[in-house]
Every structure is written in C-alpha cells, then in structure tokens.
C-alpha cells in the first residue's frame, strides 16, 4: 500500500472539491474513533478550516476524551481548527419522552439508535450551514459498501465520502502514517450509539478482518456455500447484512411516470 501517495491522493481530492464547491472550510463529527481521527486530519491537511464537533448523547466518558484528546492533537499540529461540543443528551432525552414506546424490545433499541444518529446529522449541517462549510462523512469502504453499516440520513448523510474507497485495515494503515493517537488506534471499533460499551464486532457478529475477507471474497464471485467452518460463518454474516442494507446504498428508488402521460 502506498500510504503517503493515498495520503495526498485523498487532500488533493478534498482540496478541489471545496474550491470547485465555492465553500468555506469542512464539519465533522469526531466520535473518538479511527475513522473520524484520520478523516479530520485529511481535511485538517488542506489548510482549509476545519470545524470538530463533539456531540455526546449519554456517551462513555472515555469515547469523549479520545475525541478531545484528537481535537487538541489537531489544534497543535494544524492552524485553522475549531472544536465544539454540542450536548445533544437532553433533546435525545426529550425526543425519547415524546415517541411512543414499542413492546417490540429490539426494533424500539435499534430506532432510537439510529435517532441518535439522525440528531448529530442533524447538528452537522445546522454548523455547516451557518459557517458555509461541507459536511465530511467517515465511513469506510466495508460499512458503506460491504455490511451497510451506517444509519441511513445519520452518519450515512454527508456531502463527501474522503475514506470510503478504504478498507478498515488501510483506515488503520492511514491512521499510522498521519501519527494519530494511540489510544485511538488502539480502541476497540464502536459506533456508540447505544450508550453501552458494545463494539461492532459485538453488533455485527464478525470484526473488520473477517468482513474485508469475506467482501474480496464476493468480489471474486465466491458465496458462502464455497466454504466451511468459521470461514462459511462469517460470509453468511456478510451476504445476510448485504441483502438487508442494500437498500442504503443504492440510489432513491424514483417511480418514473410515462412522458406521454404528462402533455
């Protein structure tokens, strides 16, 4: 892998498509993760202003001070760098207050999982709006084209997609390359929107190794019935969460009407 050609590759990208898009700079969500350290610091690394927004909704203490810690780490190392939080924990709560409940234990969990997700869109583009800036997704290639997993018009609502052409395994590579800080590089993958301390591998079945194995795998044109043991495991995890969130990946489904029927 040719990191330091990716590298650039990826700011020369962010870099043009700002100018060409007449805005002023980029927001991002920084959750304490891999993916949006490495993320902040490309867009860090176009000169360009960079907003970093914390925004806590009954978050682990240790989720926010890694996000902290790699928005000071950014403020010492690049200029143009502006870190806030937003604590969304009380419009989250008063959100919950006034949804109804479902006795449906799981789907209830999962909706407001992704409610969270939704509210820190949300806030995203009310900052990227006020100051004229783009809103830079995190998502990389195996949760926005492998397992789907990503809230659609949460983490999955963005204007620009920096590392999602990256393997998580290159996300790390990347991370590496650019110095960011070891407890980051070193935790555990979650998306934290439960307000637990459960990791992706927990929710997915799988980690990233296994799901990179298995998306190359369908690249090749080989199906879980081509393996056995915990190979054939972890392409069934893959192809079931493909099928169920094809539906994010694709385009809006748009019911074309007859051109004739419209004179």
């Given at each position: ?106 789907s ?20 990227a ?60 993958p ?27 795998a ?29 539906h ?16």
């Amino acid at each position: 892998m040719q990191t330091e050609k990716i590298v650039n590759h990826i700011v020369n990208w962010l870099t043009d498509y700002l100018k060409n898009s007449k805005q002023k700079g980029f927001v991002i969500g920084i959750s304490g993760g891999i993916d949006s350290a490495v993320t902040s610091t490309l867009c860090a690394r176009t000169g360009f202003p960079v907003l970093c927004l914390d925004m806590p909704i009954h978050q682990a203490e240790n989720q926010v001070s890694r996000a902290w810690n790699h928005i000071e780490w950014l403020k010492k190392n690049f200029e143009r760098i502006e870190g806030k939080t937003v604590h969304l924990t009380p419009v989250y709560d008063e959100f919950v207050k006034e949804v109804e409940k479902s006795e449906n234990e799981y789907s209830y969990n999962l909706s407001l999982a992704n409610s969270r997700a939704r509210l820190r869109m949300t806030s995203l583009y009310y900052y990227a709006g006020l100051h004229g800036y783009i809103v830079a997704g995190t998502g990389n290639k195996v949760e926005d084209f492998g397992v789907g997993f990503f809230t659609k018009y949460g983490d999955g609502g963005v204007d620009i997609s920096p590392i999602a052409d990256l393997m998580k395994s290159e996300v790390y590579k990347i991370a590496e390359f650019l110095g960011i800080n070891q407890e980051i590089q070193k935790a555990a993958p979650t998306d934290g929107l439960f307000g637990d301390n459960r990791t992706d591998e927990d929710q997915i079945g799988a980690n990233y190794d296994e799901l990179e194995w298995a998306m190359k795998a369908v690249e090749k044109g080989q199906i879980s019935k081509d393996f056995s043991g915990r190979e054939r495991e972890v392409m069934e995890i893959y192809e079931k969460r493909h099928r169920a969130n094809l539906h994010k990946m694709v385009p809006i489904p748009v019911c074309e009407i007859p051109k004739e029927w419209k004179i």
